[in-house]
């Protein structure tokens, strides 16, 4: 049985290569690496330093996560 990925909201702070995003999370300010979902990069969302955004984590590693919505400013 699959379980439920944690989804988090942050705010962009550096774009690195390969579609990779520093975040820093806005509950707690912990600094987190993210990647563009693959309907993000299908559907060529983008994604730039200071925008919202909503990430998915696995339940075993809380530092790196998936970009999987962009909310407006």
Known sequence: MKKEAI???GVVTEALP???FKVVMVEDQS???AH???KMRMYHVR???GDRVLI????YDQTK???VQRFNK
Do not use: A, H
Request: charged share 30%.
């Open 65 to 67: 996560g998936r970009i």
């Open 56 to 59: 998915e984590f696995s339940e």
């Open 47 to 49: 994604v730039m330093p």
């Open 18 to 20: 390969n579609t990779t």
């Open 36 to 38: 563009l979902s693959g």
């Open 7 to 9: 989804k988090k909201e």
């Open 31 to 33: 600094d987190v690496l």
